[in-house]
Every structure is written in C-alpha cells, then in structure tokens.
C-alpha cells in the first residue's frame, strides 16, 4: 500500500530562510546540490520541509526515536474501519523503520476530553517523541488542527497526515457527529428552560 498523499509541515522558501539565518539565494543552491530537500506545490512553487530546516539546524536529537500514532473512530459500530486504520498507519510507520506507539479510541472528534487523545497531548511534550502519526487531520481533531500543530512544534514534534481527502464514511461520521452535539446542546438548552418554568411555577 502505498501513501502518495503522506504530508508534513512545510515552509516557504523565505520563512525557511529567516529560521536558517541565510538568503533565499542560498536555500535554492543548496537545493540544486542536494545540501537540502524541498518539493515543489502544484503551482511549481519550492516548498522546505520542518524537519529538514531542523536538521540543518542541529536540532534532530538522536534521543528522538518515538512516532506517536493516533487513530480514532467516532461510534462503536465503525470498531472494524478503526482496526483498519491501525493497520494502515502502522504499516506506514513500519516501512520508515520508525518506532511506534499506539494510541487509539472510540470517540467523537468534536470531544477534546478524549482518554487516549489527552494521554496523546501528555506524550509529545516527552524528550523522545519525534512525531505524530495520523492517517487523516480530523481523527485527531474535527476543529483545531493547526492549533494541535503549533502545539506539536513548540516541543519540536513534527505532524505528519498520511492522506488529506476523507472518504465517504468518515464523512457521514463527521455528520453523525454535528447531530449528536446539536443533541446534546439541546438537551441542555430545554433543561435550562424547563428548570426555569418550574421555578417560576
């Protein structure tokens, strides 16, 4: 199995410039002779890699030897797509020659008080953990996401997604959850008033 649409951070040539300290001129030298590896953007623009601007800085610790990976499933009905996804992340993970450790659940993703998701946000701020592993952004997050990555790189922890479009299940999933939270604020909106009726009685 193969992940062509495996993404991580990336800095444009003049961002990666100022964390460097040197002139983009210099970036694309070092580009043309392999001293770096950037990709391009569909639109034909060079693009740097997180961990190859902190491999340049001296910042790749040799003590960091942990990918964290996380998989999540919304409803106990979706556990054999979970066992699935497992399969597919670590397959990844296996094929880079990473060590890995597993951190899945079976919860909303609109629910930031997730056990396995908060033992997750504990785990990066460890020394040894280099990465995050995810097959898709939402199975961390529904909202956030690029919160969670600020967080990440504040401990020098890299956020890796092994694909960006969802399929069609996980996005009835993601409309399962809209409806169970419209639920549940409701529920607690009308208690509210019925509390207040009584009160008022």
Not at 141 to 156: A, D, H, P, V
């Amino acid at each position: 199995m193969s992940f062509k649409n495996t993404t991580t951070e990336h800095l444009t040539l003049s961002k990666a410039s100022r964390e460097l300290g040197v002139d983009v001129r210099t970036l694309r030298r070092w580009d043309a002779s392999g001293q770096i590896q950037t990709i391009r953007t569909e639109g034909g623009h060079r693009r740097v890699p997180l961990s190859e601007v902190r491999r340049i800085q001296g910042k790749v610790d040799k003590d960091r030897t942990v990918s964290c990976c996380y998989c999540r499933t919304s409803t106990q009905k979706q556990a054999e797509n979970l066992e699935r996804q497992v399969g597919r992340v670590l397959e990844h993970c296996a094929k880079s020659g990473w060590t890995v450790e597993l951190f899945k659940e079976i919860g909303s993703g609109l629910n930031d008080g997730r056990k396995q998701f908060k033992r997750l946000l504990e785990r990066i701020a460890r020394p040894d953990v280099v990465r995050v592993v995810v097959e898709f952004k939402d199975r961390l997050t529904r909202f956030g996401f690029e919160t969670f990555q600020i967080y990440c790189r504040n401990f020098g922890v890299e956020v890796v997604v092994l694909e960006q479009k969802e399929n069609k299940e996980f996005e009835e999933e993601f409309a399962e959850d809209i409806v169970s939270l419209v639920a549940s604020y409701s529920g607690r909106l009308y208690g509210k008033r019925g509390g207040r009726k009584r009160k008022d009685a």
